[in-house]
């Protein structure tokens, strides 16, 4: 609730992957983004780092996404990705620990070489694999159910996990160490694997291993209960999974995916539907950046960046217009290289906008990008996730009676 009594919804806005290394020619400095561009001039930018300057090995949507929802550090970064998914397979058991498997391939020196899979692919082999499983195995796969009832992740359950190596997350380059080590798992999966993948000349399709990374338990935190009033829309399980540690529910999803094909008036629609059922806060959310930086695709990452301008920011501005948002967040959870493939550490711009800032001139005229923001403060995360908490106009960054060039 707003000032002289009026309802509104808070947007946070989280661009997965988004951000870049710093420079001059990062997706958001070269993309056509008129409407960003449009919300960013009242607005106030700053620089975050919600990896709370992790190693690089260590940089991860889960904790990237968990701070931006409000858990601290020490929460956010004891989540594993393998815990976090289980979440979404039934009741996990306390002494079960859950590995991400990702199908990968190998180079001929040993590393890493491909580690992101067409969807369709990735079913199939996930369906091609569980016919060539026994049961008698001392492990367990457990899909994790995906749009269309397709497998959009899979994990390894160990029944009686006893702690230790977790793995890291999958790097081009990275060598076969860094992937979780689980006795006797490489020498049975190599007997398993089924040849039209493991022997395929498509190396869009070649498949000779498994990733097994995010090892973890599932929370030993209380899942909250969810609460009416806040919606996660959203096509990615692991963000479904922490939308839940913080109390989101689920917009349902039918045509939208975690990827740059994703339908935006789906999302779009529901988060309309959020609006008018008086959601106080609600979390949109797009992978495609992140997906298009792991193909090392840049043209396809700024269409996708363009895209969005088109048929999100520009509706957003919408309803701006029409009072119905109080405030708006954007933001990326973590660096990603369109040109590595991999994700980097650093910090990433910022922007929140205030519905009483709306329509106010620009304080700078600013762009939202990493060489325009690196020279504005480094917000504490803290500070940045309670700018949308207390009503416009009562704390600085609504720029209560203020001109708008002394907000920054």
Request: hydrophobic share 35%; proline share 8%; charged share 25%.
């Amino acid at each position: 609730m707003s000032e002289g009594g009026e309802s509104g919804c808070d947007l946070l806005v989280i661009l997965d992957g988004l951000a870049e290394p710093s420079g001059p020619r990062t997706t958001l400095s070269v993309a056509r983004t008129p409407a960003l561009d449009a919300l960013a001039g009242p607005a106030r930018l700053c620089r975050i780092d919600p990896q709370d300057g992790a190693r690089v090995q260590d940089i991860s949507s889960e904790r990237g996404i968990a701070r931006l929802l409000g858990l601290s550090p020490r929460e956010s970064g004891a989540l594993s990705r393998g815990g976090l998914l289980s979440l979404l397979t039934g009741d996990p058991s306390p002494s079960e620990g859950f590995f991400l498997a990702t199908p990968v391939s190998f180079g001929k020196d040993g590393r890493l070489l491909r580690y992101v899979n067409p969807r369709e692919a990735e079913d199939a082999f996930w369906t091609a694999l569980l016919k060539r499983v026994n049961g008698d195995e001392p492990w367990r796969f457990l899909p994790v159910p995906g749009v269309g009832g397709r497998i959009d992740r899979m994990l390894l359950s160990l029944p009686r996990w006893s702690g230790g190596d977790a793995g890291h997350p999958p790097r081009r380059g990275a060598s076969r160490e860094e992937s979780a080590s689980v006795p006797g798992f490489s020498e049975w999966l190599s007997g398993i694997l089924p040849p039209s993948f493991s022997d395929s000349s498509d190396p869009e399709r070649r498949v000779d291993g498994l990733w097994l990374w995010g090892g973890g338990r599932a929370p030993v935190r209380e899942v909250p209960s969810e609460r009416s009033d806040r919606l996660a829309v959203c096509a990615t399980s692991l963000v479904r999974a922490i939308g839940r540690m913080a109390g989101f529910r689920s917009a349902p999803l039918s045509r939208a995916t975690g990827d740059t094909d994703t339908d935006l008036s789906e999302k779009m629609e529901r988060v309309e539907e959020g609006l008018r059922h008086a959601c106080s806060r609600i979390l949109l959310h797009f992978e495609g950046f992140d997906m298009a930086s792991h193909r090392r695709d840049p043209e396809e990452k700024r269409r996708f960046l363009e895209r969005v301008d088109r048929e999100v920011f520009a509706r957003i501005i919408g309803w701006f217009g029409e009072g119905r948002l109080t405030s708006l967040s954007i933001t990326s959870d973590h660096q990603s290289s369109p040109l590595t493939g991999n994700h980097e550490a650093g910090p990433v711009p910022a922007l929140f906008l205030s519905r009483k800032a709306f329509g106010g001139r620009s304080p700078g005229g600013l762009r939202m990008t990493e060489w325009g923001v690196r020279d504005l403060p480094l917000v504490p995360m803290e500070q940045w996730t309670k700018w949308s908490d207390r009503p416009s106009g009562e704390d600085e960054a609504g720029y209560p009676g203020k001109d708008l060039c002394l907000a920054l």
